[in-house]
């Protein structure tokens, strides 16, 4: 009787597999409209040194006052004044920046591009691990290296550089994007609630 069961749940199984496989050898994708990419070019040069600029800045959400905070945000209006003198910028739960980069057709729904900028804690028991000091920012071997730089100051680096570098070539979104760059990711989540509840 197993025996049977076994063999039946095999057949089963073998069916399975080759639907699945008919399927998707006779897959043909729709056909989507062309999208005009934007053609920019990104100094990645400088792009590195603000990532390692920004790594240098101790955002550690459990330090008592975040003293790093407020110069974390002046970092940003001194790297990216082009960003800051064409978009409209609001300071949520005191620390996280929203910023709106308004589009040409207001008709279309906005996006939101989110990165954080707080990072955890080194266990000081734990530097002997690190390759290279971890708030050092060190560009070595084609990589920058240290706290936060991939989670998540990487991604706010590089959305900031990109936006910087097509405002600065006279692009304009079709619709309204927004920047958002929370300082608690790592703690209580406030910030991203209370931009979810930003009118």
Do not use: C
Not at 10 to 34: C, E, H, K, M
Not at 170 to 199: C, M, Q, W
């Amino acid at each position: 009787m197993v025996k049977r069961i076994a063999a039946g749940l095999g057949i089963l199984a073998l069916i399975a597999i080759a639907v699945v496989g008919f399927n998707t050898i006779r897959y043909v994708p729709s056909q989507t409209a062309d999208i005009e990419l934007a053609a920019f070019s990104i100094d990645t040069e400088a792009a590195a040194q603000n990532l390692s600029q920004a790594i240098q800045l101790e955002t550690d959400s459990t330090v008592p006052g975040h003293p790093d905070f407020d110069r974390f945000q002046e970092f940003l209006r001194q790297t990216y004044p082009i960003v800051h003198g064409t978009m409209e910028r609001t300071m949520i739960e005191a620390n996280t920046p929203l910023y709106k980069w308004n589009g040409s057709d207001g008709d279309l729904q906005p996006i939101l591009l989110a990165a954080h900028y707080d990072v955890v804690p080194v266990p000081p028991d734990g530097l002997d691990r690190w390759d290279h000091p971890p708030f050092a920012g060190d560009i070595a071997n084609g990589f920058v290296w240290g706290r936060g730089a991939l989670d998540n100051k990487g991604a706010l680096i590089s959305i900031m550089t990109a936006a910087e570098t097509l405002i600065s070539e006279g692009f304009t979104p079709e619709r309204t994007i927004y920047l958002s760059f929370a300082h608690d990711e790592e703690v209580t989540h406030n910030a991203a609630k209370a931009i979810a509840a930003h009118p």
